[in-house]
């Protein structure tokens, strides 16, 4: 059991200030779609005193009986299409439109649960999301720290991204109850979360009009404020597990003469980077991965996750090289228990002058930037192919490229540092793609294009 002294929640469900009400409702954004009731934020904002004292006093009620009017368990789902996919609502991204007075209500009370769980360090299994100032830039970094370590001390490196289907449509509401009394969460707190998430229906927009209305079984919604920190939640026990029974973890070892400088050793201890159900395993060996995988198997069955085995993927700097270009799977043979009956799990490797994916940041194990820069060009050539028959303008052209493509590019490349030269060659096919909405001849001097007084655009990549 957590050691965490109920106490520290005693203010988590007193009647709220009209100030903080207002205060929260404020920074709510705008723009949004609004749920079944058809209001907005922007609607919230613009009320008069007399209606905010009423909904005031509706606030505190739901906080008094730890629950919700029925109106707003109901919501509406509107389905994107994944691209490249058929027309089958499995093949969506489906995003829930829930009234927002509820999200508003529960940002209120998600701003004083996470403020009490980051104040007094509750949460121990290290997932990067959820709580205040949580930020995907640091398992990035440290991420990349490995893999430079790794490199300069010829250390071994297992590298495994774990694949789970439909995380957030699986969370079960008995383990959740499970985890947030580990927490030491008081009944009253574990009452009103729950009732977020019970007897709830949706319906669905088609192209033919709004579906009738169905109950939801299981899952807590995407469209939910507190969501992110109810996962993080939900999976700290397996992380912490993660922590306490390490075997072969990778081990960041400081240097000598800082040590001897601070005194004491600064070696930093991984075997996970987790951000919200991104989950990455780092081992020295094959065999802590296997531990590590047995365990995760077995909270998966225990909470009826369904992790999808071939979408795992593997990258080390210990496999054997091959002559040939067949790149053998490698079988990790898992501990059998009440709760894990597979007894392994292949994982195709990929080849070390690959590079993949963390947290949409592209990564080489043997940090070559050549896979880097085709990706840049290919990047370029696909977004001039896309815009070259479209009916735009060059201003318009140019914005794309400076405030959209620019800022995806620059995000996936934040490890990779390439130089001018190198970003100048890969965007050779939007220099052509502007001369040609602009009706220039091809040989006009490339200089041109990047004068501020004039197209404006953007040089090179930021490095």
Avoid at 80 to 104: D, F, W
């Amino acid at each position: 059991m957590n050691s965490v002294s109920p106490d520290i929640y005693n203010s988590l469900l007193s009647p709220p200030s009209l100030e903080k009400w207002l205060s929260t409702v404020s920074s709510m954004p705008n723009g949004k779609a609004p749920g079944p009731s058809m209001i907005t934020y922007e609607m919230l904002k613009h009320l008069g005193p007399t209606t905010n004292s009423l909904l005031l006093t509706l606030i505190r009620k739901c906080f008094a009986s730890t629950d919700i009017p029925d109106l707003w368990r109901q919501a509406m789902v509107f389905p994107i299409p994944k691209p490249h996919e058929r027309c089958q609502l499995k093949n969506t991204y489906p995003i829930t439109l829930l009234e927002v007075i509820r999200k508003s209500f529960v940002k209120l009370f998600y701003n004083c649960l996470s403020a009490v769980l980051a104040a007094h360090n509750i949460l121990k299994g290290g997932n990067f999301a959820g709580l205040p100032r949580g930020t995907c830039r640091d398992p990035i970094i440290t991420l990349e720290s490995i893999i430079h370590d790794a490199n300069h001390n010829n250390s071994p490196l297992w590298i495994l991204s774990q694949d789970i289907s439909k995380a957030f449509d699986s969370v079960n509401l008995t383990m959740l109850k499970f985890a947030l009394k580990q927490i030491r969460l008081p009944a009253s707190a574990i009452t009103l979360i729950l009732s977020l998430f019970m007897n709830r229906s949706n319906q669905v927009f088609t192209a033919y009009g709004e579906t009738s209305s169905y109950q939801i079984r299981i899952g807590i919604d995407q469209g939910e404020v507190i969501f992110p920190l109810l996962w993080v939640i939900y999976i700290d026990p397996l992380l912490t597990v993660l922590k306490t029974e390490m075997l072969d973890p990778y081990i960041l070892r400081s240097p000598t003469l800082l040590s001897n400088v601070l005194g004491f050793s600064s070696d930093i201890i991984i075997n996970n980077l987790v951000f919200m159900d991104d989950f990455t395993l780092i081992s020295s060996s094959k065999a802590g991965l296997e531990h590590m995988l047995s365990i995760t198997e077995e909270f998966y069955a225990l909470n009826n996750t369904s992790a999808n085995h071939q979408k795992y993927v593997l990258i080390s700097n210990s496999l054997p090289l091959t002559t040939t270009s067949t790149v053998h799977p490698v079988e990790f043979h898992l501990s059998l228990s009440s709760l894990n009956d597979i007894p392994s799990i292949s994982v195709t490797p990929l080849s070390i002058t690959s590079s993949f994916r963390f947290l949409g940041v592209w990564f080489n194990i043997k940090g070559s930037r050549d896979f880097v820069k085709k990706q840049i060009a290919g990047e370029c050539n696909s977004f001039a192919a896309t815009l070259r028959p479209a009916r735009l303008s060059t201003k318009q052209v140019v914005y794309l490229y400076n405030s959209v493509l620019i800022p995806k590019l620059e995000y996936r490349m934040q490890v990779t540092h390439l130089s001018a030269t190198n970003c100048y060659v890969a965007t050779r096919s939007i220099r052509l793609l502007v001369k040609h909405k602009a009706n220039f001849s091809r040989s006009l001097p490339n200089p041109i294009l990047y004068l501020s007084h004039a197209l404006g655009l953007l040089i090179y990549l930021p490095i």
